[in-house]
């Protein structure tokens, strides 16, 4: 089992930034991926960014890509969504996501095994 905290979100203008935090303990050794989303309500978890545990390769949704950053501290076990030029669309709960095996895309929340309880974030116009 893995489980995964979140922390970091809160108001912020348009325009502004933040920084998630996403904080693994359990079977950390099995992570393989870890990835953040986004959902509003009435409307479906969206992908926003990940990054392979290993190499540290990243994959970014095109709304955020230029704005958005992940990164990963593997001796601390976390990951990191630094998020700059803040817009109203980027309001949402944003969830940290864990997957064991290597398998698949990066870019559905069934590619991902384990999830976080979520940190809202929401951005003033």
Sequence with gaps: QVQLVESGGGLVQAGGSLRLSCAASGRTFSIYAMGWFRQVPGKEREFVASITWSTGSTYYADAVKGRFTISRNNAKNTVYLQM?????????????????????????PSDYNYWGQGTQVTVSS
């Design 84 to 108: 700059n030029s803040l817009k109203p669309e980027d309001t949402g709960v944003y969830y940290c996501a864990a997957r064991t095996y290597s398998w698949g895309s990066y870019y559905y």
